[in-house]
């Protein structure tokens, strides 16, 4: 079992800065893909982006540029730096790991709010 906690969300004016922090504790060793998506009202939850154990990205289309995925192994702990941000960024991001053999576990998410 792996237990998430999230943090660093909050309420930002267009074009700020937020970052958001995932510590993972329990059955770390198993963790390959950390990630994080993001869920607004009335829309499906998305990926945002993910990094694996080795350090390769992905990002979504509409964060590319923008946000920077970044993981420490030593303190299984993931980062998301989200910059330049928009009101359509604003939506509950949520933390997910995914290990070795292919178990999922989730945060119990973060609010951002971006102000235009």
């Known amino acids: 079992q792996v237990q998430l906690v999230e943090s660093g969300g909050g309420l930002v004016q267009a074009g700020g800065s937020l970052r958001l922090s995932c510590a993972a504790s329990?059955?770390?060793?198993?963790?390959?893909?950390m990630a994080w998506y993001r869920q607004a009202p009335g829309k499906q939850r998305e990926l945002v982006a993910a990094?694996?154990?080795?350090?390769?990205?992905k990002y979504a289309d509409s964060v590319k540029g923008r946000f920077t995925i970044s993981r420490s192994n030593a303190k299984n702990t993931v980062y998301l730096q989200m910059n330049s941000l928009r009101p359509e960024d604003t939506a509950v991001y949520y933390c997910?790991?995914?290990?070795?053999?292919?178990?999922?576990?989730w945060g119990q998410g973060t609010q951002v709010t971006v102000s235009s």
């Open positions: 329990g059955s770390t060793f198993n963790i390959n893909t």
């Open positions: 997910n790991v995914q290990s070795f053999a292919g178990s999922d576990y």
């Open positions: 990094i694996t154990r080795i350090g390769s990205t």
